[in-house]
């Protein structure tokens, strides 16, 4: 991927949660990331199909 025409930044900031929270947190984030790549291949897959 090339670089970007217009400026850009990006900023990280920390997640605070308590303890009780961080594995909830922690877990909703797994799932999110998992339903995420998955969908990302279904649609890469789908997108090599109709390039053929």
Do not use: D, I, Y
């Not at 930044?9 to 998955?38: H, I, Q, S, W």
């Amino acid at each position: 991927m090339g670089k970007a025409k217009t400026p850009s930044f990006m900023l990280e900031l920390p997640l605070r949660v308590g303890k009780e929270n961080e594995r909830v947190v922690m877990a909703r984030l797994e799932v999110a990331r998992l339903t995420f790549n998955a969908c990302l291949g279904e649609a890469q897959r789908r997108w090599a199909g109709v390039l053929r």
